[in-house]
């Protein structure tokens, strides 16, 4: 065996369970330790395990691709969830409207425009496919 597969088995034995996730149990380990590292490097590309953080998000994100199905929802629903998310009122969202239109929106009666999801997707960093 060459030396550099000599030092990736020596190392395996602990990296191993944190990158092979196979079950639920596995990822939410997975997801608690990424949300560990987020919040030691956050966006910090020259930290030591910047390229760690990176791995194991991919390898996160492979898992959910094929055990996890995102519930459906509409362009109000997931307005709705980043406003809570971000701490927001209808009245801090001047892009779609007055409140009142923030509001209707909120209660199904009336739909998101094309210019409103733009503007929303550019001020929440999200695809504007999110709200359709």
Known sequence: M????????????????????????????????LNEL?????????????DFLDTLGTV???????HLELPAAGGAEVLAYLMEEHHLRQADLPEVGSQGVVSE???GKRELSVRQIRALAERFGVSPAVFV
Do not use: C, F, K
């Open 105 to 107: 929106i909120l209660h």
């Open 38 to 50: 987020i919040d030691e490097i956050g966006t910090d590309e020259q930290h030591p395990l910047y």
């Open 2 to 33: 060459t030396q550099l597969l000599n030092t990736v088995q020596d190392h395996w034995a602990a990296i191993r369970p944190i990158l092979s996730i196979r079950d639920d149990g596995d990822y939410d380990r997975a997801v608690l330790m």
């Open 60 to 66: 996160i994100a492979a898992y959910e691709m094929d």
